[in-house]
């Protein structure tokens, strides 16, 4: 099981910095010091990086990755240390070394995004793609959106297609929208409005805005799923109360044409909604 405190992705601008520090608990990849660990971790939670530190140092040079990743969490965001990204680097380097999915995606952004250096992007490119082959759907989602863009690699939409895909598939709820605008687009495919729809349709249930306001124009006009404008309302609002300008705009054209009780029954069904867990 992985825990985390927070979780940054690749970005949709493909120059922007990317890292994804979010604090493991515990994982099946290697044999945990028992309650030891967890005891780091509830430290943590409660804000004493003191003794979180103290608890994951020894375990750390002691080559317990999990220990290592979490160690370069804290000295990535200067907790309970003083804020070092070379540090960080370096405990992430002893964990990725062990295969440790999120320390390997870690390496790979920083080194992606934030140093020009030929040889190192290559390193990041092997890294991102060791950690997709692990299985972590937000590397997966990055080597795609990497190929889509020629980011640190030739253009291939083919593989972009590809492992977005896988990461869409594991629930990720950005790999799930692009999978939407692939469809949609015929990107290394067919165009499939209807899978479109239906991918954009997964996001939206996680909460994602952007594909809240795809859906909700899909359904307000019929396209790759069935006409509904009620439930075009409800999910342009959804996108609307997280700011997305396009989905306001889309929101007060269906009011107009909705019933007064059936806007308010939508309103309702709005403010007691819950997005999906994955």
């Not at 790759?224 to 009620?230: L, V």
């Amino acid at each position: 099981m992985k825990k985390s405190i927070s979780n940054r992705t690749f970005p949709t601008t493909a120059a922007a910095a990317c890292l994804a520090a979010a604090l493991i608990l515990s994982t099946g990849h290697a044999p945990l010091a028992d309650t030891t660990f967890e005891d780091g971790y509830k430290a943590y939670e409660q804000t004493d990086f003191a003794k979180a530190l103290k608890i994951w140092l020894p375990l750390a040079n002691s080559n317990n990755a999990h220990a290592q990743y979490n160690l370069g969490v804290m000295y990535d965001l200067g907790r309970g240390v003083a804020q070092d990204k070379k540090k960080a680097m370096a405990w992430w380097l002893k964990a990725a070394k062990q295969d440790l999915p999120m320390a390997l995606h870690n390496l790979a952004s920083n080194y992606l995004f934030g140093v020009k250096d030929e040889n190192q992007q290559k390193k990041a490119l092997a890294w991102m793609s060791r950690a997709a082959e692990l299985g972590l759907s937000r590397s997966q989602y990055s080597l795609g959106k990497m190929y889509l863009h020629a980011h640190g690699v030739e253009k291939d939409e083919v593989l972009a297609r590809k492992w977005i895909e896988m990461a869409a598939k594991q629930g990720f709820d950005k790999a799930q929208y692009n999978m939407g605008k692939l469809s949609r687009d015929g990107v290394a495919g067919p165009v499939d409005k209807e899978a479109a729809a239906q991918w954009f349709l997964k996001a939206a249930k996680q909460g994602y805005a952007k594909a809240q306001n795809h859906i909700g124009k899909r359904y307000a006009n019929g396209d790759g799923i069935e006409k509904n404008e009620a439930e075009a309302l409800f999910w342009v609002t959804l996108a609307a109360k997280q700011n997305i300008k396009s989905a306001e705009n889309n929101r007060k054209v269906l009011v107009k044409k909705l019933p007064l009780d059936e806007v308010n029954r939508i309103m309702t069904r709005v403010y007691s909604w819950k997005p999906e867990k994955k």
